[in-house]
C-alpha cells in the first residue's frame, strides 16, 4: 500500500472515531476507556513480527517483552471491560 | 531486500479486525448493547493475532505462546482481583504498558527493519518509515512515563500535589522542538544515537508534563494519555502498513481526545491551562484565606429519614468522598428502602465525579445501582426545582453555586448541579473543616433548606436506613 492510501484510511477512521465515540453514553466512560485500552494492544501485531522473525536477536528479545505486555493490556483490558459492562443492570420490574 | 505486498485476504483480514474494533466502540452507546460489542473487540484482535501469525515465518512459536501466557495470565488476574475505586490506576497502568509496547516495537523494527520490509535493497530504511518509526517512538515513551507519573499520583503513590520547576515552559518547548527536529535529521542520516536520543528525550518530556499537573486535573490527564497511546497504535501501523492498527489507533486517539474536551468543558478549564498545570497549587493557596463564620444547620439521621420519608422525590448527588468511605452499598440500600416507601429516587452525575470520566457510574453500578435511575447532568439539572430533597454524599465543589455566580471562585463557570432550588438539602460531609478540590468554601452549607449530617458516609446511610425501618 502506498502512503496515500494508508493515510486516506486513517483520516476516515479519524472521522469514524469521532462520530462512534460521541455516540457512546457518558455511563460508560470508564468501560470506554478500558475497551480503547484493549483495543489499542493491536500494536501486538507489530511485537509478533518482530518476536516471529530470525535476523537480530536484539530485535525479537524486545519483541518477545513487548508481546508479553500488550498480553497484559489486551486479556486485562477485555476481562476488566466485561467485567464492568456485567455490572450494569436496568431496574427490576 | 524489497518488500512485497501481502495476498489480498491478510489485508482483508486486517480491515475486519478493524470493523470489529469500531463495533466493540459502537456498543457502548447502550449498557444494553455493550457487552455484545466487547465480544467483537475480543474476536477483533483474535483475527488481527492469527492472520500475523499466520502470515509471517515464526521461528520459535513456544517463545511466543509463553510470552502471550505469561502477560495474559498477569493481565487476567489483575483484571478480576482490581476494585473499581482502583481503576482509575489501572487504566494509567494499562496506557504505560501500551506506550511502552510501542517503544519497544519502533526499537525492533529500527534494529531489523528487514522483517518489519521497510528496508530499501540498501539495507537503509525508507526515509517515510523513518518518520513513522521517530512518532511511533516519541509518542510511546511519552505514553508510557508520562502514564507511570499519572499512575503513581493517581494510586497514592506520589503526593497529587503539583510540582512545578522554574522554566518549565521553556524546557518543555524546547524538548518537544528538539524531538521534532531530530526526527526531521533522521530522515537524512539513519545514525542510531539520533534514534535514541530521540527515545530518551521523549521519555524524559513525558515525564515533566504530568509532574505540574495537580490531582483534580487527573481525569483530564487519564483521557489525555488514552490518546496518546491511540496515536502511537497508529503510527506503528503506518510503519508497518497495518490497517487494524492504523483504524485502531486513530479510534482510540479520537475518543481520548473527545474525553478529555468533555472532562474540561465540566470543569470550564482550557485544554492549554490543564497542561499548562499547576491547578492544585493555586487551590491550596486559597483555602488558606481566613472566612468569617457563618450559622449553619446539622441534622441527625433520624431527621434525613423524616423528611425523605415524607417526600415525593429525592435526588442523590454522590461523589467521589462516597466511594472513598465505601458507601454506595449502603446508599443503595437506603434508595431501596424508600422508594418501597414510594418516594421517587434518582441519582445525578456529574461529568467530572470520580477519577476518571464515568467512574461514579461504575461505581454505582457495582453497588447494583439500575442504570436507568442514574442521570447525567444536563438531564436532570432543571428536576431540583421540583424535588423535595437533595441528598448530596461526597460531593462538593459540582453543587457549588459559586461557579454560577462569583467570578473570583477558581470553579467559575464550572457547570454546577442546582441543589440550592430544592425544598431541603441534606449534606452528608466528614467535618465542616474540609474544602472540596477546588478548595473554595460552598454557600449550600449555610442556606437556610440545608441541614448538615456531619458523620462517615456509610455510617450515616446505615444509620438513616435503621431510622427508615422503624
Given amino acids: 500500500m502506498d502512503f496515500i492510501s494508508i493515510l486516506s484510511i486513517f483520516v476516515m477512521a479519524c472521522f469514524v472515531g469521532y462520530y462512534v465515540v460521541w455516540s457512546v453514553t457518558p455511563a460508560l466512560h470508564t468501560p470506554l476507556m478500558a475497551v480503547t485500552n484493549a483495543i489499542s494492544s493491536v500494536i501486538i501485531v507489530g511485537a509478533l513480527i518482530a518476536g516471529a522473525a530470525g535476523g537480530s536477536p536484539t530485535a525479537k528479545w524486545l519483541g518477545l517483552i513487548a508481546i508479553a505486555l500488550a498480553s ?5 483490558g477485555f476481562a476488566v471491560t466485561a467485567r464492568m459492562l456485567a455490572m450494569y443492570k436496568k431496574k427490576e420490574r | 531486500m524489497e518488500h512485497t505486498a501481502p495476498p489480498a485476504w491478510v489485508m482483508l483480514a486486517y480491515l475486519i479486525s478493524g470493523v470489529f474494533f469500531i463495533l466493540a466502540l459502537r456498543g457502548l452507546s447502550s449498557p444494553a448493547t455493550s457487552q455484545r460489542g466487547n465480544r467483537f473487540g475480543m474476536a ?11 502470515t509471517h515465518e515464526v521461528a520459535s512459536l513456544p517463545e511466543i505462546l509463553g510470552a502471550i501466557a505469561i502477560g495474559g495470565g498477569i493481565g487476567w488476574v489483575t483484571a478480576r482481583k482490581i476494585a473499581m475505586t482502583d481503576m482509575p490506576q489501572l487504566v494509567a497502568a494499562f496506557h504505560s504498558l501500551v506506550g511502552m509496547a510501542a517503544v519497544l516495537v519502533a526499537a525492533a523494527a ?25 512518532l511511533g517512538i516519541a509518542i510511546g515513551a511519552i505514553t508510557f512515563s508520562g502514564s507511570v507519573i499519572a499512575f503513581l499520583k493517581l494510586a497514592g503513590k506520589m503526593s497529587g500535589a503539583p510540582i512545578l520547576l522554574p522554566l518549565r515552559h521553556i524546557i518543555n518547548l524546547g524538548t518537544l522542538a528538539a524531538i521534532l527536529g531530530l526526527i526531521g535529521y533522521f530522515t537524512v542520516d539513519q545514525s542510531p544515537w539520533i534514534f535514541w536520543t530521540v527515545t530518551a528525550l521523549a521519555f524524559l518530556i513525558g515525564f515533566l508534563l504530568i509532574i505540574p499537573i495537580g490531582g483534580a486535573d487527573m481525569p483530564v490527564v487519564v483521557s489525555m494519555l488514552n490518546s496518546y497511546s491511540g496515536w502511537a497504535a497508529a503510527a506503528m501501523g503506518f510503519t508497518l502498513h497495518n490497517t487494524a492498527m492504523i483504524i485502531t489507533g486513530a479510534l482510540v486517539g479520537s475518543s481520548g481526545a473527545i474525553l478529555s474536551y468533555i472532562m474540561c468543558k465540566a470543569m470550564n478549564r482550557s485544554f492549554i491551562s490543564v497542561i499548562a498545570g499547576g491547578f492544585g497549587a493555586e487551590a491550596a493557596v486559597s483555602s488558606g484565606e481566613a472566612k468569617e463564620q ?9 431527621d434525613a429519614a423524616y423528611m425523605m420519608q415524607q417526600a415525593e422525590s429525592v435526588i442523590i448527588v454522590p461523589g467521589y468522598g462516597m466511594a472513598v468511605a465505601q458507601a454506595q452499598h449502603a446508599l443503595r440500600e437506603m434508595a431501596d428502602v424508600l422508594k418501597k416507601q414510594g418516594v421517587s429516587v434518582k441519582y445525578a452525575i456529574h461529568p467530572v465525579a470520580g477519577r476518571m470520566p464515568g467512574h461514579m457510574n461504575v461505581l454505582l453500578a457495582e453497588a447494583s445501582v439500575p442504570y436507568d435511575e442514574v442521570f447525567e447532568l444536563e438531564d436532570i439539572n432543571s428536576e431540583f426545582a421540583q424535588a423535595d430533597v437533595a441528598f448530596i454524599i461526597g460531593a462538593n465543589d459540582v453543587v457549588n453555586p459559586a461557579a454560577k455566580t462569583d467570578k473570583t471562585s477558581p470553579i467559575y463557570g464550572m457547570p454546577v448541579f442546582d441543589v440550592d432550588k430544592a425544598k431541603t438539602v441534606f449534606f452528608v460531609k466528614r467535618s465542616m473543616g474540609g474544602v472540596g478540590y477546588a478548595g473554595v468554601d460552598n454557600d449550600v452549607f449555610y442556606m437556610d433548606q440545608t441541614m448538615m449530617l456531619l458523620a462517615d458516609a456509610k455510617k450515616m446511610c446505615e444509620d438513616i436506613v435503621k431510622s427508615l425501618q422503624h
Fill in chain 1, 72 to 76: 497484559v493490556n489486551i486479556f486485562g
Fill in chain 2, 294 to 302: 457563618r450559622p449553619w444547620k446539622r441534622g441527625s439521621a433520624e
Fill in chain 2, 44 to 54: 477483533g484482535m483474535l483475527i488481527a493475532v492469527v492472520t500475523t501469525l499466520v
Fill in chain 2, 110 to 134: 529500527f534494529l531489523n527493519p528487514a522483517a518489519f520490509g521497510i528496508a530499501g535493497e540498501d539495507g537503509q530504511i525508507n526515509p517515510v518509515s523513518r518518520i513513522e518509526m521517530g
